[in-house]
Nanobody, 115 residues
Framework: QVQLVESGGGLVQAGGSLRLSCAVS????????MGWYRQAPGKQRELVAH???????NYASSVKGRFTISRTHAKNTVYLQMNSLKPEDTAVYYC?????????WGQGTQVTVSS
């Protein structure tokens, strides 16, 4: 089992920055991939970025060059640094972990970008 708790969301003006954190606990060693997803009102949840156990990263085209996913060496915290935020980045952001047993989700943190 893996438990995830997100933090760091809030209200920011367009062009600003936020850093989201995801605290990971439980069977950390079993995790293959960690990711950040987001869901805006009336839209489907979408991948923002993910990082593999080997450190390989991948980003949605809409955030590439603005967002950076990273993690601590102990792999117990995953970050999403968000720069040059746009109103269309407004969404609930979720942390996700994947291992051989399935997927685990955090409760989400709201990010609101005002124009």
């Amino acid at each position: 089992q893996v438990q995830l708790v997100e933090s760091g969301g809030g209200l920011v003006q367009a062009g600003g920055s936020l850093r989201l954190s995801c605290a990971v606990s439980g069977n950390i060693g079993s995790i293959n991939v960690m990711g950040w997803y987001r869901q805006a009102p009336g839209k489907q949840r979408e991948l923002v970025a993910h990082i593999s156990s080997m450190g390989t990263t991948n980003y949605a085209s809409s955030v590439k060059g603005r967002f950076t996913i990273s993690r601590t060496h102990a792999k117990n915290t995953v970050y999403l640094q968000m720069n040059s935020l746009k109103p269309e980045d407004t969404a609930v952001y979720y942390c996700k972990a994947m291992d051989v047993n399935g997927d685990y989700w955090g409760q989400g943190t709201q990010v609101t970008v005002s124009s």
